[in-house]
């Protein structure tokens, strides 16, 4: 059973950068693809970014497109968002997640999540 653990979240102003890490254990997650999502309070958890197993494939909400990166390390086991030109909507909690398949989906049909890292963007 594979263990994700989300860091990097905080406070930051609108308009600065925050980078996410998702460091993965118990299990190597390099031959499956990745995905963060985003829950606010009171909403349903929505999906941000996926990158497939090589990094080959990435794919975007429109809400992030052009600000975040997603990134993977496999030697490391870890998975990155670089969050820049933050909005005060992208308050939410963070979570990474696994898809023992090849490639991401925006949808939750991901097999194993992370408890989330609080990322708050003030006006």
């Known amino acids: 059973q594979v263990q994700l653990v989300e860091s990097g979240g905080g406070l930051v102003q609108a308009g600065g950068s925050l980078r996410l890490s998702c460091a993965a254990s118990?299990?190597?997650?390099?031959?499956?693809?990745m995905g963060w999502f985003r829950q606010a309070p009171g909403k349903e958890r929505d999906f941000v970014a996926g990158?497939?197993?090589?990094?080959?494939?990435?794919i975007y909400a429109d809400s992030v497109k052009g600000r975040f990166t997603i990134s993977r390390d496999n030697a490391k086991n870890t998975v990155y968002l670089q969050m820049n030109s933050l909005k005060p909507e992208d308050t939410a909690v963070y979570y990474c997640?696994?898809?023992?398949?090849?490639?991401?989906?925006?949808?939750?049909?991901?097999?194993?999540w992370g408890q989330g890292t609080q990322v708050t963007v003030s006006s």
């Open positions: 118990g299990r190597t997650v390099s031959s499956y693809a």
């Open positions: 990158i497939s197993w090589s990094g080959g494939r990435i």
């Open positions: 997640a696994v898809r023992y398949a090849m490639l991401a989906v925006t949808t939750p049909n991901y097999d194993s």
